[in-house]
Structure formats: C-alpha cells, structure tokens
C-alpha cells in the first residue's frame, strides 16, 4: 500500500502474524493503532491499541477456505470523479491480480479535467464518461456497458490484494448467489479522519463468510432488515442477470444524491426477491479513507441522510411498514438516548459525530421526500 505522507502518523496499522509478540510493535507506534491478525496467508482478527495499551482483543477467527476459481467471465467497473491519482494507484494495484477482469471499465462520473480519460486509457481500460453526476447513476452506466456475466465494482480509492477478484468472483458457487462481497480493510490511519472513521464507521465486516439468504433475510426483517451487514460498495460484484430481474441501483441514492446507501439498498432488493448474498473475506481488499475532519464530516453526514432516505425507498417499493419504524421511531429514539447520555459530560469529538447523525437523519426524510420518483 502507497504512502507518500512525510508527517509523522496519528495512527498506524500492524499486520502480524498469528501468536506473534505485538509488544516491539506497539511501542514502535505513534501511540495507537490497529492490529490485523494474520494466519496461512489471510486475515482472521482484529486488535486495537491506544496509548500503547492494547484493548481486549476481538475474537479470532478459522482461517477462512480459499475458493477454487470461477469460470465466468467478468467485468470490472471503477467509477471515478475527479481523482486521477487515485485511480491510476487503483488500476496498478490490478496488475498483480492472481485473475485478470476480462474488461475494465472507468466510469467518469462528471470530473472537470480530461486527466481522468488520459489515465484509464493509459491502462488499457474502457472509458466511458457520464455527465450526469451521482455514484448510482455511474454505477448503473458501468452495468448496461459490461458484455460479461459477472459484473464487479471498486471505487478508486482502494489498492486491490492480489487475490481480490478471483475470490470475489469465486464466491458465485450455485445460481442462487446474486452478489457477492469481500473484505474491506484500511489502508492507513495516518490522521484523525481516518481513525475516528475506522473505529466508527469501518467498512469491515467480519473475517469469516457469511451466505444471506431467505432465510436470514425473514429472521432479521422484524422490525428491519440490516442488509448493511451484507457488506461495503467498494468490493462488490453481482450477476449480470440481476439487473433485469430487480431493475437497477436506485439513483436516488449514495453519493452524489441522498449520501449513500445505495448499495446496501440494491442488497435488500435482492434478498426480498428471494435470492442470495455471500460475504466471502478472501476477496480482500484495502480502502484509503478520507484523510481530512472536513471530508470525515460530510460523509457521516452523508451516510445517516443515505441510511434514512433508503429505508424510505425500500418501503416505497415494498410497501412493508417495519422500514417506516425504524425511520420515525427506532432511529429517534436511538440517536436522542445518545444525545441525552452526553448531557453534563465533557465534550468529545463522539458528539460532534452524533451531531452529524441527526443532521444527517434528518436531511434524508427531506431528501427523500423532495426526489423525484423514477
């Protein structure tokens, strides 16, 4: 993973091997940090440390089955907007891919250079540019362009471990399976930005596979379904056939729209239908967080606007009301519990994240609201 920063970190992370001595590490370490655990060459654990202390320690986890190769052909779709560098340190990390996609295609999602063009060009990718701005819409325009059966997504602020997309299309084992996703982990926590959203927000969701079926989806549903659990957009792939079956990503959602969302919505969909979800952690990858409080701000906010505004959606195409609680009743009382809790305390940067949260909240009802139906 690059790193071009000559400040000194506010956090590092420590990838070590399983049974390993973490203590030359963490005194090694700019004072706090992440421990990523690893055993027979892939991820099984996590450890957090601050003021070089180290934290309990998560569960650890079997060392996940790397899956035998899949025969259908792939797309890979990176949308992009106005980030070559980022994108160009993307598309080198594909280079050392164990599977090659069979297309690449870069979505230009309305950047105002042609630096963008220049650098997917560069590498042999299919350009396609959509002015309409909005990370649904572009995700769809990579969808409709892909000719093969499976069609993968990144995001181009993601360095891609070699084994990345020949597990995540691996996990396509028997036609139930509509989507796959893999595991997302930080690439550096260099600032507070990145810290604050790992420790809150990360994208990682577990070390050991998980199939979302039916099943799952009723038992969970009551009062909400968390399709969120399914996993992150940034690793993603689904079968091509999906989008004709359940129509396409909601372009009322993520960013460049209601924040987010999008994807975890689109999961849902696909569960209500009756098919399934796999989480498989071999398809391993790794996510370059926003590195400024500022950024750090608008996407919290952005995720909670998403996070309302999807609910309402789901509940506009399924009609089912447990979506609408949750919206105007469980989340309330959640988020202001939070905000009662911090009453007399000292302020802390956890307040400024729930302020965000309601803000959020509360724009994604609007949001919702004010959007046209397609």
């Known amino acids: 993973m690059s790193h071009d920063s000559t400040q000194k970190p506010f956090a590092c992370i420590v990838h070590a091997q ?9 005194a090694a ?9 690893w055993s027979e060459g892939a991820p099984v654990g996590r450890r957090w440390f601050e003021d070089h202390i180290l934290w309990s320690a998560e569960p650890i986890f079997p060392v996940p089955p790397r899956l035998p190769p899949c025969p259908l052909p792939v797309s890979l779709v990176i949308c992009t907007r106005d980030r070559p560098e980022a994108l160009r340190r993307c598309l080198e990390s594909l280079r050392d891919q164990v599977r090659a996609p069979d297309e690449v295609i870069v979505v ?3 950047s105002v250079t042609a630096e963008t063009r220049a650098v997917a060009e560069a590498f042999g990718a299919v350009y396609v540019r959509e002015d309409r701005p909005g990370l649904d819409i572009a995700r769809n325009t990579g969808a409709r362009t892909a000719r093969f059966d499976l069609v993968a997504y990144t995001d181009d602020d993601t360095e891609l471990h070699p084994l990345w997309l020949d597990q995540l299309c691996a996990g396509f084992t028997d036609g139930r399976i509509m989507a796959v996703t893999g595991l997302v982990l930080p690439a550096r926590l260099d600032t507070e930005a990145q810290w604050l959203f790992e420790r809150y927000f990360s994208f990682t969701r577990g070390f050991t596979p998980v199939r979302f079926d039916i099943a799952w989806f009723r038992r969970k549903h009551p009062p909400w379904c968390p399709a969120w659990e399914v996993g992150a957009g940034a690793s993603m792939a689904f079968r091509r056939e999906i989008f004709d079956k359940i129509g ?7 960013v460049g729209a209601s924040g987010c969302s999008g994807d975890s919505e689109f999961w849902n969909r696909i569960l209500a239908a009756g098919y399934d979800c796999l989480f498989q952690p071999t398809a391993l990858l790794y996510h370059h967080h926003r590195a400024d409080l500022p950024g750090l701000y608008r996407q919290i906010e952005g995720y909670m606007s998403g ?3 999807s609910l309402l959606v789901q ?4 009609r089912d009301t447990r979506n609408l609680w949750r919206v105007y009743f469980h989340l309330p009382v959640y988020l202001i519990g939070k905000l009662m809790g911090r009453i007399g305390r000292k302020w802390l940067i956890e307040d400024r994240i729930l302020k965000l949260e309601i803000k959020g909240a509360l724009a994604g009802v609007r949001y919702y609201h004010k959007a046209r139906r397609p």
Not at 29 to 37: D, F, N, Q
Not at 315 to 318: A, I, M, P, V
């Open 29 to 37: 370490a700019p004072g706090r940090g992440l421990v990523i655990w």
């Open 315 to 318: 509940h506009e195409r399924s």
């Open 248 to 254: 396409y990503f909601d372009e009322r959602l993520d």
């Open 18 to 26: 399983l049974g390993e001595d973490l203590a030359p590490h963490v």
């Open 108 to 110: 230009d999602n309305a």
């Open 307 to 309: 996070h309302t505004s």
